[in-house]
């Protein structure tokens, strides 16, 4: 780098890119290329350079082996890096002088931050997972609530920015100090993004959505219903002004050809297409790709883990889609969802049990192996605790398809209070399928950058949008929508237990269906496809566990999480490495501030000439008045302390 620090590259080359140059495409992310995502980046820059790339896995600096300081997520200067990385590849004698950028997750959101900076060598983005709204749709805050993969995925990033580099790489003589400077400038980044409660210019930083029109380059988005940062997708493709297509399947937090549930893509494939024509200018009708390409889900069991969703693809070449229509329904007496306008009936109130919740899926859902239990169960549970209306016996399948809204004439009996609102299909069983969700801090009801409290008992109106679904109700099924004041885990709870009152006659539900399927074109993917990856050897198998606790006397609820990756060797390099990461939520039923959330982590590289390990746990607790953060972090070298760092603070509740 021109200030002097070295950053650590993977670079793959075809054989002949010294003679014959060819465009580069860029993944850059802090997951340590050397060890942390090796396997992967194998599967993909090998494929790419099968087939005419220069592909390069670089490190985001003080990550991996790479000289200087992480700091935070999406800093200003991992984009001024970006930027110079570009400049030094793209002038490189292999390199045609072009670039693609690609990612899955923070990699996603790099590769639209580059882009909105216009580097003249960019021309194509492929952006997986990602988002354009770091404070509406990424995993601290939804819908103006504090969510749980703030700590989750917080936590993961506590551990992982205390890790050292490799002195294979970076020389015996200097990892030991660069390991002490990240000790040394070492962060609770849970805490941090806590300190941001409303939508300040903290979270407008790297929000592409600030200005679309500063990404004139080709982005090919892709991700899935199950995943976090579903909204992403469409709100690109309906935003950009430059060339851009959408893919959506059922999956989550995956790139698209190890998607889990079924069915996976060829998603390498449909990457190699994309840079094809925006890097090498070949006429291969990408371009003339549909806008949107879509999973329509069939009706399936709930299930905290789906191996497949049954269902289909659906293609729209242009979006908005013209072949699809609204449909309204509008709330009735007793509970009632119908079809036709109404004055509605008497108002009804509910106050959650605080567990309202427990059986939804989280955020996120990473689908990291086959067993992942991250998605929703049966919903009757939280249907009890929720305000429900039912809609009549469906007549015929109702194909839903797109972005929900809700109009709800509310009230609260606090100043501070939040809802969540459920889709559901009920089928003739009485089994309550999720669909899905939308939340709103009714603080928030007119703006997450300027927060106001709200008058108890006053009636208001709000609008919220759903998270996108394209799913059908099929014929003889109900449709729900059950009302909460509460949704633990995922959301943590107002500062005092909230009744909510809604208003039938001031509400409405406004669903988008899929009213025609004339000028749809056939969806045609390959299979899954990647390079082979370098030999592992695995010591002890990866593993997922998760379990629900009661303690009766106390009616505490736990949530806890384990997942292992197990412990493998890098036959390679020769390293071997261990990770897991345990989560662990609680509440009481009817105190929310009871509400705790423990996020421990252990990260360990071995090899003959080298041992290091890393500990770290932080944990968050409430009061009315309150947020209680406090950490720990301790790096081993051989099993002796090396460093360790400590956190206790207290952030003031804003609003939330």
């Given at each position: 780098m021109a200030d002097g620090r070295r950053l650590a590259a993977r670079l793959f080359l075809p054989d002949d890119a010294e003679s014959n140059p060819v465009p580069l495409i860029l993944e850059y992310i802090p997951y340590r290329r050397r060890d942390g995502t090796r396997t992967g980046d194998d599967e993909m820059h090998l494929f790419f350079a099968a087939r005419g790339y220069a592909s390069a896995r670089v490190d985001i600096a003080g990550t991996g082996d790479s000289d200087g300081l992480l700091g935070d997520e999406y800093v200003r200067r991992e984009q001024d890096d970006a930027l110079e990385i570009l400049d030094h590849l793209c002038a490189q004698p292999w390199c045609t002088g072009v670039a693609g950028m690609i990612g899955n997750s923070w990699g996603g959101f790099s590769g639209l931050q580059v882009a909105a900076r216009r580097p003249p060598q960019l021309k194509a983005v492929v952006t997986s997972c990602s988002t354009d709204d770091r404070y509406a749709c990424d995993a601290h805050y939804h819908g103006g609530l504090l969510i749980n993969d703030n700590f989750g995925w917080g936590g993961a990033l506590f551990g992982?920015?205390?890790?050292?580099?490799?002195?294979?790489?970076?020389?015996e003589d200097r990892w030991r100090e660069m390991w002490k400077a990240r000790l040394d400038d070492h962060k609770n980044h849970a805490a941090l993004w806590m300190r941001h409660q409303r939508r300040d210019a903290f979270w407008k930083h790297g929000s592409v959505c600030e200005d679309y029109s500063a990404i004139e380059c080709a982005v090919l988005t892709i991700g899935g219903f199950l995943d976090g940062y579903t909204q992403t997708i469409f709100r690109l493709v309906e935003n950009l002004k430059g060339p851009v297509k959408g893919i959506c399947g059922p999956w989550g937090h995956k790139e698209a050809q190890s998607g889990v549930p079924e069915p996976a893509i060829g998603y390498l494939q449909e990457c190699v297409r994309w840079y094809d024509h925006w890097l090498k200018g070949v006429d291969n009708g990408v371009e003339r790709d549909p806008a949107m390409r879509l999973y329509l889900m069939d009706y399936a069991t709930p299930h905290s883990h789906m191996l497949e969703r049954p269902g289909r693809w659906l293609a729209f070449p242009e979006w908005p889609a013209k072949q699809i229509g609204d449909r309204t329904y509008w709330f009735g007496n007793e509970g009632a969802l119908i079809g036709q306008e109404?004055?509605?009936?008497?108002?009804?109130?509910?106050s959650s049990p605080l567990t309202t919740g427990v059986q939804g899926q989280e955020w996120c859902p990473y689908g990291q192996g086959r067993i992942a239990a991250e998605g929703a169960r049966d919903q009757r549970e939280d249907d009890g605790g929720s305000l429900c209306f039912d809609s009549e016996t469906m007549a015929q399948d109702l194909p839903i398809a797109g972005v929900a809204k809700i109009t709800l004439r509310i009230a609260a009996d606090r100043p501070q209070a939040q809802v969540c609102v459920r889709l559901t299909d009920v089928a003739p069983d009485g089994t309550s399928a999720y669909m899905t969700f939308a939340l709103l801090n009714l603080t928030h009801r007119e703006s997450h950058e300027f927060p106001k409290p709200l008058t108890p008992g006053k009636f208001e109106a709000i609008e919220i949008l759903f998270k996108p679904v394209a799913q059908v109700v099929p014929k003889g099924h109900r449709l729900r929508v059950a009302i909460s004041s509460s949704y633990w885990p995922m959301a943590w709870p107002s500062p005092e237990r909230t009744t909510l009152t809604i208003d039938p006659s001031g509400c409405r539900l406004d669903l988008p269906l899929l009213a025609s399927e004339d000028g749809l074109v056939p969806v045609t993917f390959g299979p899954p496809l990647w390079a082979e990856p370098g030999p592992v050897s695995v010591v002890e198998p990866a593993r997922q566990a998760r379990s629900l606790t009661i303690d009766i006397p106390t009616e505490r609820t736990e949530l806890s999480a384990l997942s292992d990756d197990g412990r493998l060797i890098l036959e390679e390099t020769g390293t071997e490495i261990a990770s897991w990461r345990r989560k662990v939520y609680g509440i009481g039923r009817d105190d929310p501030s009871t509400c705790t959330a423990t996020v421990t982590c252990h990260e360990e590289f071995t090899r003959p000439?080298?041992?290091?390990?890393?500990?770290?746990?932080?944990?968050?607790?409430?009061?009315?008045?309150?947020?209680?953060?406090?950490?720990?972090?301790?790096?081993?070298?051989?099993?002796?302390?090396?460093?360790?760092?400590?956190?206790?603070?207290?952030?003031?509740?804003?609003?939330?």
């Open positions: 992982y920015a205390a890790l050292p580099p490799d002195p294979a790489v970076v020389g109404s004055r509605g009936g008497e108002p009804r109130s509910v000439d080298w041992n290091a390990r890393i500990d770290s746990e932080i944990t968050i607790s409430c009061d009315r008045e309150n947020f209680y953060v406090r950490g720990w972090v301790k790096a081993y070298e051989r099993g002796v302390l090396f460093g360790e760092r400590s956190y206790d603070e207290i952030i003031p509740r804003d609003c939330m």
